[in-house]
């Protein structure tokens, strides 16, 4: 089995900093491109950041400048790095993670449990 465990999460003033990590275990032979999304209150759920395995990212417009992610490959870990904050930042934040169980197993999608963030005075 394969588990991701988010955390990070919590209530900030805006302008505010938030670091987020997400850790995958269990199973996993290689992991390909990382990511979080996020779904506030009554919208669809949206892309926020992606990074491949060598390290490329793309990011929403909303947020660039602002949110930067990362991963450390060792520790098969995705973080996002969220400084400037805003309150139309808050919402549930979800890891998303493409990887592969066995050698010739092909690529599923995995998602974390989701973590709240609020951006609030």
């Known amino acids: 089995q394969v588990q991701l465990v988010e955390s990070g999460g919590g209530l900030v003033q805006p302008g505010g900093s938030l670091r987020l990590s997400c850790a995958a275990s269990?199973?996993?032979?290689?992991?390909?491109?990382m990511g979080w999304y996020r779904q506030a209150p009554g919208k669809q759920r949206e892309l926020v950041a992606t990074?491949?395995?060598?390290?490329?990212?793309n990011y929403v417009d909303a947020v660039k400048g602002r949110f930067t992610i990362s991963r450390d490959n060792a520790k098969n870990t995705v973080y996002l790095q969220m400084d400037s904050l805003k309150p139309e930042d808050t919402a549930i934040y979800y890891c998303?993670?493409?990887?592969?169980?066995?050698?010739?197993?092909?690529?599923?999608?995995?998602w974390g449990q989701g973590t709240q963030v609020t951006v609030s005075s």
């Open positions: 998303n993670v493409n990887l592969q169980k066995y050698y010739y197993s092909p690529e599923y999608v995995y």
């Open positions: 269990g199973r996993i032979f290689s992991i390909n491109a």
């Open positions: 990074i491949n395995r060598g390290g490329s990212t």
